[in-house]
């Protein structure tokens, strides 16, 4: 089979969803929905819980598939088939499920490593002296080396997610997926998670961040998507689409919506 890096069309979009359809125990979570995502763009697909952001990034991860219907297009980098290992590896996946699986005794090391072998920690494998640079060039980049010998189960929840981010980057991903990444974050650790994603997302790699919470949309992020309903309602520049309509809207409450540093803010409810 060839590598991964053969089989992505480079001048592809990263994902091209045209009007499909996702059904889970006879509810359907994604419907006619149709979207594109170029490579290295910085997105954020914002919706209350409910509105399918999962389904659809569990779509592009090939976790869900939509019905086949005439006229329906799912492409990733203009394949509609993929090896699902090869594919995973080069989207960085991190999410709160992710997180409860590897909420165990292993090593901050060996979540990293796990990530070359796609396994949950080490068993028989040995990872190579190669694996292990890798492994501690990015903790280096993500500042948590010193965390490296202490496990998951002894770290904060924060502490624990950069752990996981670094697992995901371990393949250079062509984009870090990021699924509702700030629950259970306090301030402190909300704080070093903005940092730890505003530097990738600078360093090249694309970010996409599914959230409910505007706060989490990084200033690097130029493009938001607004989810409701299994669909998208709203797409478009970041100050086009965060207004007090487009949220008071999506989120069903009246608001006013302010901007600080970069961040926005909603108000008023």
Same mark, same amino acid.
């Given at each position: ?27 359907t979570?994604?419907?006619?929905l ?5 490579a290295?763009e ?38 509609? *088939?993929?090896?699902?290992? /090869? ?19 292993f ?6 490593v ?14 190579t ?6 492994? @501690?060039?990015?903790? /280096? ?12 189960? @002894? ?5 624990? *997610?950069?752990f996981?981010?670094? *697992? ?11 699924? @509702? ?5 306090d ?30 949309i ?18 478009g ?26 961040y ?6």
């Amino acid at each position: 089979m060839d590598s991964t890096e053969d089989q992505w069309n480079k001048l592809a979009p990263l994902v091209e969803f045209k009007n499909i359809t996702v059904v889970r125990r006879n509810l359907t979570v994604l419907d006619s929905l149709s979207v594109t995502l170029q490579a290295g763009e910085h997105i954020a697909v914002l919706g209350p819980n409910g509105a399918g952001k999962t389904a659809f990034i569990r779509t592009i991860t090939r976790e869900y598939y939509p019905l086949v219907r005439e006229g329906s297009t799912s492409k990733i980098w203009g394949r509609e *088939r993929w090896n699902v290992r /090869d594919l995973r590896s080069a989207l960085g996946i991190v999410s709160n499920d992710l997180q409860n699986v590897f909420a165990r005794d292993f090593s901050g090391m060996e979540v990293i490593v796990s990530g070359f072998f796609d396994s949950v920690g080490l068993f028989l494998q040995e990872p190579t002296p190669d694996m292990t640079r890798k492994a @501690e060039q990015i903790m /280096d980049f993500l500042e948590i080396s010193h965390l490296k010998e202490r496990t998951m189960t @002894e770290m904060s929840t924060g502490e624990a *997610r950069r752990f996981l981010i670094a *697992r995901a980057l371990i393949h250079e991903p062509k984009a870090l997926i990021l699924d @509702e990444p700030t629950n259970s974050l306090d301030l402190h650790a909300l704080h070093k998670f903005r940092l730890v994603i505003r530097k990738i997302a600078r360093s090249g790699t694309g970010v996409i961040l599914v959230t409910h919470n505007l706060p989490d949309i990084i200033p690097e992020i130029s493009r938001v998507i607004l989810m409701k309903g299994g669909t998208i309602i709203q797409d478009g520049p970041k100050d086009k689409v965060l207004t007090d309509e487009a949220i008071g809207g999506l989120f069903d409450v009246p608001v006013r919506i302010r901007i600080e540093d970069g961040y926005y803010y909603a108000t008023g409810y």
